[in-house]
């Protein structure tokens, strides 16, 4: 399974963002896909996850509110919209993807990671 993220950048501080993250290859084994960030000097962390099918959903609790994941099974493309964005939001955000339905925020459980993309967010 092959990951393609994209739509990270500089935005202000309030603003918003969308990333959007292309599957190919494989995808019937990726029933789950997610979205991590890592921050500088930080470890990796959960953000949000959705089911393929049926829609199910999962978010950090940082960002409940905020964020919102959905998916285009037509496009086998998955999208974080990011509302009110905080310097603290400022992180590497990787696609990720995995076998089996479920929305665990356990990264150990991923099998399959795209490349990052930058968020910036300005105070």
């Known amino acids: 399974v092959q990951l393609q993220a994209s739509g990270g950048g500089l935005v202000q501080a309030g603003g918003s963002l969308r990333l959007s993250c292309a599957a190919s290859?494989?995808?019937?084994?990726?029933?789950?896909m997610g979205w991590f960030r890592q921050a500088p000097g930080k470890e990796r962390e959960f953000v949000s996850a959705i089911i393929w099918s049926g829609g199910v959903t999962n978010y950090a609790d940082s960002v409940k509110g905020r964020f919102t994941i959905s998916r285009d099974n037509a496009k086998n493309t998955v999208y974080l919209q990011m509302n009110s964005l905080v310097p603290e939001d400022t992180a590497v955000y990787y696609c990720?993807?995995?076998?089996?339905?479920?929305?665990?925020?356990?990264?150990?459980?991923?099998?399959?990671w795209g490349q990052g993309t930058l968020v910036t967010v300005s105070s």
């Open positions: 990720t993807a995995r076998r089996g339905w479920a929305v665990e925020p356990e990264i150990g459980q991923w099998n399959y």
């Open positions: 290859g494989g995808t019937l084994s990726a029933n789950t």
